[in-house]
């Protein structure tokens, strides 16, 4: 039965629109990377690393050198990704090159959320149980839930808090529930992987600096449960029939895939033969953050 396996990014493309769904993870198209994907993933980067530093050294000077460190690495092994964040006169310049005015101005939007998240919390007084943790766990016979959680704290009494960030601005009333939802799936691929169930969830936005928490229950998290098989029946309805329709929305004016799709006059290419499918990206690609929040940072 397609699908074998969900992610909380899988599970947002088919809910945001079938047809979105069907080109990441049938068709497994490319989409052109954006500045605030690739700026948000090398965040990801700096707020996982700095926990290597010792307590007391974690500092914002260090989260910039960290920042430039991950960039210099991105030009090396992606030179297409790190131009946007230079900017496009950077080219294929080796990092070596790039003056100390293009550094700053590349800088320029980093340092605002850098500096969010040390007045959000010190992590000289945090020790993460684990970070960018990988999750796989069987719901159901041939189907797992799977993907990355940024930060998992215990604290001395041995309570869990689930931790994601967000490097733009806090969703509005209208859409917080439907960023809590990740952090449900999270929450419930912890407790059955584990047995425990978290005593917080937390979503900090780096982009205003406002966090997004709550204490989730038993019952909510059973009702995930329900609601991620009931969202994998319908995929696979949808797959036996093959039919993957649009569903137009203002979210469209961020889709890579915009030109081709049929409500804007695109032809989408011939659907794969089936015994080609597979469930989706990898863990590595899920664990690409940004991409989650790109468009939903953009949203009022």
């Known amino acids: 039965m397609f699908p ?30 954006s500045i605030a994907a690739v700026r948000g993933t090398l965040i990801h980067s700096v707020l996982e690393n700095i926990f290597d530093a010792p307590a007391g050294k974690r500092t ?21 990704e790190a131009a946007l964040i230079y900017g496009d006169s950077v080219g294929s310049q080796a990092p070596s090159s790039v003056s100390a005015e293009m550094v700053e101005r590349t800088m320029a939007p980093v340092r605002p959320l850098l500096e969010t998240y040390f007045a959000m919390e010190d992590p000289n007084r945090l020790e993460p149980h684990a970070r960018e943790l990988a999750m796989s766990v069987e719901l159901d016979e041939g189907f797992e839930i799977r993907g990355f959680i940024d930060r998992v704290d215990r604290t001395p009494s041995g309570d869990i808090r689930i931790v994601d960030y967000k490097s733009g601005k806090a969703p509005s009333p209208l859409y917080a529930e439907k960023a809590m939802f990740q952090m449900r799936f999270y929450g419930l691929a912890w407790w059955r992987m584990n047995g425990e169930i978290p005593r917080m969830l937390q979503l900090m936005y780096l982009g205003n600096g406002q966090f997004l928490r709550y204490e989730p229950t038993q019952t909510d998290l059973v009702v995930t449960e329900k609601k991620i098989l009931a969202l994998r029946s319908a995929i696979a309805h949808s797959a036996d029939q093959q039919s993957f329709p649009p569903n137009p929305s203002k979210l469209c004016g961020w889709c890579s895939f915009k030109p081709i799709c049929p409500a804007f006059g695109g032809t989408p290419p011939p659907i794969p033969e089936q015994s080609l499918w597979t469930s989706g990206s990898s863990l590595v690609e899920d664990s690409i953050k940004a991409a989650l929040e790109s468009v939903t940072n953009e949203l009022p």
């Open 60 to 80: 914002y000077d260090l989260a910039v050198s960290l920042f430039y460190s991950a960039l210099e690495t991105l030009a090396e092994s992606k030179p297409a």
């Open 4 to 33: 074998t396996s969900l992610s909380p990014s899988r599970s947002a493309d088919y809910q945001q629109c079938p047809l979105l769904y069907r080109f990441k993870t049938i068709d497994q198209l490319p989409e052109e990377p």
